[in-house]
């Protein structure tokens, strides 16, 4: 039985997570690290794909979650489905090369207006029932890719030990 788990924005880099891909005809879990290869040698991975404006075609990927967390203004906030619910974020994943191992990145949108007040982007949520819209693409990219109605997510302040044990 698959898990979801609270999702750290601050992360490190290669913290490995388990994704959700096609593989041929099966949906397969795998394990992946976090940071796709930097476009120019020696750059900095980058984690995060902002989804305005681009089209998936391939290697795409969901990564579960019952919340995730994020920094504003020296504090640290969470934010779950309102619901309860757990969700997955839309992210794409890269096949290995000879300098990069096989890695994944979250897909970005434009805040919602829940998590507006503490950053203007956040990470691609998708309901459980829109899993298979986006890993067929059964569903136009720019109705799965968007913010989540006003109240959504139920956003706490935690307490700095809670921070702390975020990861």
């Known amino acids: ?14 913290e ?3 994704i959700i891909r096609r593989d041929g005809g099966d949906v397969e879990m795998v394990e992946l690290p976090w940071g796709l290869q930097p476009r120019e040698p020696g750059g ?4 995060v794909v902002r989804a305005e404006g681009r089209t998936f075609p391939t290697h795409r990927c969901l990564i579960p979650a019952s919340e995730f967390r994020h920094r504003s203004k020296g504090k640290h ?3 779950a489905l309102a619901d309860g619910d757990w969700f997955y974020f839309a992210g794409i994943w890269r096949p290995a090369t ?10 970005t949108t434009a805040a919602n207006a829940d998590v507006e007040p ?9 309901r459980r029932d829109q899993r298979l819209d986006w890993l067929d693409r059964s569903c136009p990219e720019e109705e799965l890719l968007r913010p989540l ?5 139920r956003v706490s302040l935690l307490r700095e030990t809670q921070a702390a044990l975020a990861f």
């Open 16 to 18: 490995r997570r388990v």
């Open 118 to 126: 503490y950053h203007d982007r956040q990470m691609a949520v998708l």
């Open 44 to 47: 900095r991975p980058f984690t």
């Open 1 to 14: 039985m698959m898990s979801a788990k609270v999702f750290d924005s601050d992360a490190s880099l290669d």
């Open 77 to 79: 906030y969470s934010f």
């Open 149 to 153: 109605a006003a109240g959504s997510f």
């Open 98 to 107: 000879r300098d990069w191992p096989e890695a994944y990145a979250i897909l």
